[in-house]
């Protein structure tokens, strides 16, 4: 049991909140994600129709999936710079 909770705690935890903010005719929604020493925002819209079926429901959605997308597009890009910027100090062997 000991040994489950040594791999608990070496375990990396982060939470991305989302905010949702609706009006008439478009929905907006961010995702922050705060990771290591950086703190990421990715944003993301929506827009439908009012006359569209499910249409706040579809918008809530479609504008969280962009403002997450958006939000890993942006830890990714984090990630090959620190990568990036890593091997130019390398030497090549």
Do not use: C
Request: proline share 1%; aromatic share 4%.
């Amino acid at each position: 049991m000991d040994d489950a909770m040594d791999d608990y705690d070496k375990t990396k935890h982060s939470a991305v909140l989302i905010a949702v903010d609706e009006d008439d005719d478009r929905t907006r929604a961010t995702a922050h994600l705060s990771w290591r020493s950086a703190a990421l925002v990715g944003m993301g819209t929506a827009r439908m129709n009012a006359g569209d079926a499910h249409t706040m429901e579809l918008r809530d959605e479609l504008a969280v999936a962009r403002a997450l997308s958006n939000l890993a597009s942006q830890l990714f890009a984090t990630s090959m710079s620190e990568i990036d910027a890593g091997a130019i100090g390398r030497v090549p062997q």
